[in-house]
Each structure stands twice: as structure tokens, then as C-alpha cells.
């Protein structure tokens, strides 16, 4: 019997159309699919090991049913509306109603049966990235299995040899069905729930995606010049934050399946990499960090603890990155008079607005943008523009969170006299003295 193990409720979960005959479709679970692009509950065990599920950023996990021994799943691959933020939607392929697609969880040891239906209009597979598993279930189209049709269903049969994080996607039509959005993520916890365990368990992936101004179909067939740079295909504002409770041990697992690494940072805190897709890594052979690299086509899982409390951005480092609908090719004005530009270039375009003559702050802007895109930096703090877009959101550091509360605490309340501020101007600038030649100086 299919269970929703107390997972959502019915508002969120929606059945996908049926896949064949009534005999078939008996012996094929049902493919839950989400219409929410908010992170959702994480989804307890209620049978076999116990272990801390975790949360998907802007995602799900997908239920699963026993069949005997087996955990069944089920994967629609077809198209899908991804919102990437308030006011941008995107035409992409994905899994069971979303790009990227659910979450997969499981336990080492675990049997497990994923059935995957597709509803594309060409041919796919799934390739379970990083995962030990028989040839004839990696998914390779043409080598080891035969390419799913539109409108086929195979099933992948394997046991979960080994506890860490993976993912999974396409190795069928790869460079289309991967830049559409087609991948997800698979977390497989450890037998022992004693083993490393966390307070709190955070998961996405990153993707990138060129979609000009205007349009609604990213261009697959970019290789460097992306604009839209994405947390589970979400930009910021619209990313989930992090809710977490202060003494928290943190895990967060990163997967990237875009096309280019990305240095991740998070501030206020040290954290030690503990595992990668290959799997956990010793404990000796870790150390402090506050960003850590991830490379193209590899996971890679921190652990942090939550022992300073605040708001804590939480970005990429590369500084396009953290840009919405970044059009690379706008010129540098910075030290070009502003009124001068703004009557030559009046002249040619009379609804044109010189920009860039001092520098590229947006939060005080107000110029019309074209449909279905972003601003470049958006998003509003209690101080004013945040001015950060892509690959950015916020750990919310919080004392009195319960223990599944995974809701936004809102802006933090910062204790007297521990917030940055400005002091009045001297008069006059202070004089400088000259540095000396070095010529000069004693070394």
C-alpha cells in the first residue's frame, strides 16, 4: 500500500496521468508530484533504520512504498514551469512536476526499485551519478541499457552499497536534457544512525541557464555565457534561507551539475568538508574552511556548527554569480560623466537611462526591464538593498527554533550596539602623509 507516510497532505501532492494499461499501471507505483517551490517538511522514517532526513532547498523528497523488501519509486520525467524567481518563469524539463526533480532517500543496505516513466518528446535515461551499482543499471543510453521512448516506463533494480550523497540525471541526449534541467539529488544515510549524525540536513543542486530577457526557453546550447545561475534552479530573492537552531550541527550537501565549479562561502563561521560523492572522508584528513570549491559533475558535503547567531550570508564566491540576467557585454562608464552620456545617448534613444558612470548599485534604480526577466541585484534587508542575485540566500541563526521548524524567522534581531554604524565626517579631509620611497624606508 503507497504511504504519503504524513508527508504534505494532499494540497502539494498531485497523482501523474496514468502510465499504460490498468495492468501495468497496478504493478507501477504512484509518481507523486509537487506543484510548490518552497522547501517542504523533511520526510521521517516511520519503518527500518532511523535517520535525520533532510530538507531540499526550494524542494522535496519523493515517497517511496514497500513492495516485500523493495523501496519503490517513481520518476516521471516530463515538462515542467519552473518559477526561478518572483516573476520569471521557465520553460524546463524535470522530474515529477519540478526541475530539479525530488529528492531520493534511502538507507546503506536498501533494495530499491525506481521506476521511471517518460513523457518527453524524445527518448532518455537516468544515470545515477557516483553510485556502485550493476553496469546494466547505470544508465548510459546505447551502452548499457536501451533508450526509454516518450511514453515507455523502465525500472532500475540495485542496492544501496554505500551511505553518502549522489545524484542523478540524464546520459541521453546529455547536452539538452541536462542544460533543460533534468537532474536531482540522492541521499543515502548511513546504517548506523549513530554514525556522524546532524541537528539539521540541507541538500540542492546547482545549475546554470542562459534565458535572454523576454523569453521563456533557455538556450541549450551555451557552453560559457550564462545568465541565470541557480540553487535548484532558483535565483535569489527566490531561495529558501536556512532556519537554523544556534548549537545546531549543520549538513549541507552540494551537488553541481552546471558548467563550472563554484567556490562556495558561507560567513560568521569555520566548517570541515566531510564527504564528496566518492564518499565520507576521514575525519583525520579534514580541516577548517570557510568556502569550499565545488568541481563540475561533484558533490560536496560540509558540516558546520550553528554557534554564532545571526543572518549569514551564504553565496558563491565568484562575484557574477551572485547576479540575475547578467548581460556581460555592458561597457565600463565608471569616471564618464553622467549628464554628458545621458544628452548624447537622449539623442539616439530618448527612453534611455546612463547608467554606470559611478559604479553599478541598483537598490535605488527604478528603470523598466523587459517581460519574464530579473533585476541583475535584488532582494530587500531590514538596512536597505541586499543587492545579490543567483547563487546567494541566508542562514538564519536562531535560538528558540523547535526542532523540524524549518520556517523563515524573519530578519534578526540584533543585540544592542552590535551593528556596524557611521560616525560624523571630519570638516575638513585629515591630511596624509606620503608614503616614503622604499629606497627609504628600513628593512
Known amino acids: 500500500m503507497f504511504s504519503r507516510r504524513g508527508f504534505l497532505g494532499t494540497a502539494a501532492l498531485v497523482s501523474a496521468s496514468t502510465v499504460g494499461g490498468r495492468v501495468q499501471a497496478a504493478s507501477i507505483p504512484e509518481a507523486p508530484t509537487m506543484d510548490k517551490a518552497v522547501m517542504q517538511p523533511p520526510l521521517h522514517p516511520t519503518a527500518g533504520p532511523d535517520y535525520r532526513p533532510v530538507v531540499t532547498l526550494n524542494g522535496w523528497t519523493l515517497p517511496f512504498r514497500m ?40 538507507v546503506e543496505g536498501d533494495k530499491v526499485r525506481i521506476f521511471v516513466t517518460n513523457r518527453l518528446p524524445e527518448y532518455t535515461t537516468v544515470h545515477w551519478h557516483g553510485m556502485i551499482i550493476p553496469s546494466g543499471m547505470d544508465g548510459v543510453g546505447g551502452l548499457t541499457q536501451p533508450h526509454i521512448q516518450p511514453g515507455k516506463t523502465f525500472v532500475y533494480e540495485f542496492e544501496m552499497k554505500k551511505s553518502g550523497t549522489f545524484m542523478y ?33 540541507f541538500v540542492f543542486v546547482m545549475s546554470t541557464y542562459r534565458v535572454d530577457p523576454g523569453t521563456y526557453l533557455p538556450r541549450v546550447n551555451e557552453m560559457t555565457d550564462f545568465n541565470m545561475w541557480t540553487w535548484n534552479s532558483r535565483v535569489f530573492p527566490g531561495i529558501d534561507p536556512l532556519p537554523v537552531r544556534l548549537g545546531d550541527k549543520v549538513r549541507v550537501r552540494i551537488g553541481n551539475l552546471s558548467m563550472t565549479n563554484h567556490p562556495i562561502h558561507l560567513h560568521g563561521h569555520s566548517f570541515a568538508v566531510t564527504c564528496t560523492d566518492g564518499g565520507w572522508i576521514p575525519e583525520s584528513a579534514q580541516y577548517p574552511e570557510t568556502t569550499t570549491d565545488v568541481p563540475v559533475g561533484a558533490v560536496r558535503v560540509f558540516d558546520v556548527l550553528a554557534d554564532n547567531p545571526g543572518d549569514w550570508a551564504f553565496h558563491c564566491h565568484k562575484s557574477h554569480h551572485t547576479m ?12 564618464v560623466p ?6 548624447a545617448v537622449g539623442k539616439l534613444a530618448p527612453d534611455a537611462m546612463a547608467m554606470g558612470s559611478t559604479g553599478m548599485a541598483m537598490g535605488n534604480m527604478e528603470m523598466p526591464a523587459p517581460d519574464n526577466t530579473l533585476p541583475m541585484m535584488t532582494g530587500t534587508g531590514q538596512f536597505g538593498p541586499i543587492e545579490m542575485g543567483g547563487m546567494f540566500t541566508v542562514m538564519k541563526i536562531r535560538e528558540d527554533l523547535a526542532r523540524d521548524d524549518y520556517r523563515d524567522p524573519g530578519p534578526y534581531q540584533f543585540p544592542k550596539g552590535t551593528v556596524a554604524y557611521e560616525v ?12 616614503r620611497p622604499i629606497q627609504q624606508m628600513k628593512m
Not at 553622467?338 to 544628452?343: E, M, N, Q, T
Open 324 to 335: 540575475n540576467a547578467m548581460g556581460h557585454e555592458v561597457r565600463t562608464l565608471i569616471g
Open 424 to 435: 560624523a565626517s571630519p570638516a575638513a579631509e585629515p591630511a596624509r602623509q606620503p608614503a
Open 169 to 201: 540525471h540524464p546520459h541521453s541526449d546529455e547536452m539538452v536534457q541536462m542544460a533543460m534541467g533534468m537532474m536531482g539529488m540522492v541521499v543515502v544515510h548511513p546504517r548506523d544512525p549513530n554514525f556522524r549524525p546532524v541537528d539539521r540536513d
Open 67 to 106: 513492495n516485500g523488501d523493495w523501496k519503490e519509486f517513481h520518476l516521471v520525467a516530463e515538462p515542467v514551469v519552473r518559477e526561478f524567481a518572483e516573476g520569471m518563469n521557465v520553460n524546463l524539463w524535470g522530474y515529477n512536476g519540478q526541475s530539479p526533480g525530488p529528492t531520493i532517500e534511502a
Open 338 to 343: 553622467r549628464k554628458d552620456l545621458a544628452k
